[in-house]
């Protein structure tokens, strides 16, 4: 089916005749897409993850390859541009997965452009890491993504700041304030949560979230 639907979108895209204006116009489109139909061809799913700083996004990544590839700092921020590595696992019907990690959308780095979050907004599965309850700014980011058509994760991390009944209203008012039209999954980010939950939803419906 992956093979199938490549060749259809590859035959497609080549018959079109786009003038300049139209080239120039969807710049960002073109890209995205060109991008999209290299990883349909290859079975190479993206994951990236996203976040203010601080929340401890090099880290989840970090457990999920079960090393430590991107860089940690007890200073936030210390991710300042997107960052790239394959994530292997067994019993998986694609080829490669990628992961992202990227720095804090809050960042103050002037320097830090919107167009260097692009691989991330269009990686397949979009894992949105907090580190408490959901402020505006968060909501306002999730949302966005959501009008988008991404398919987002929460994740809720550094769960050790918190006590049993603390973590317990803080989930509470997360999936309060989230879409109530959507099933946003909001994984805990303890022992194996999260790449327990990865794994298997890649394995059910990697090919589907390619395509």
Do not use: M
């Amino acid at each position: 089916n992956l093979h199938k639907n490549y060749l259809l979108l590859k035959n497609w895209w080549e018959s079109l005749n786009l003038t300049n204006y139209e080239k120039n116009t969807l710049n960002k489109e073109i890209i995205s897409f060109n991008q999209q139909l290299f990883r349909l061809r290859e079975k190479k799913i993206r994951i990236g993850i996203y976040g203010k700083s601080g929340v401890g996004k090099s880290c989840i990544l970090n457990l999920l390859l079960s090393k430590n590839v991107f860089e940690t700092d007890v200073i936030n921020g210390s991710t300042t541009k997107i960052n790239a590595e394959e994530w292997k696992f067994q019993n998986q019907s694609l080829k490669a997965i990628e992961l992202l990690d990227s720095p804090g959308f809050d960042n103050c780095n002037n320097t830090l452009k919107e167009d260097i979050y692009s691989p991330i907004l269009n990686s397949e599965i979009i894992l949105f890491a907090i580190a408490g309850d959901l402020n505006r700014n968060e909501l306002a980011k999730i949302n966005a993504l959501i009008k988008e058509g991404k398919k987002v994760l929460v994740v809720l991390n550094k769960i050790d700041l918190w006590n049993k009944n603390e973590l317990k209203d803080i989930l509470k008012n997360i999936k309060l304030k989230l879409p109530k039209n959507l099933k946003i999954p909001v994984i805990i980010n303890s022992e194996n949560n999260i790449k327990e939950y990865l794994i298997k939803i890649i394995n059910q419906y990697g090919e589907t979230l390619l395509l």
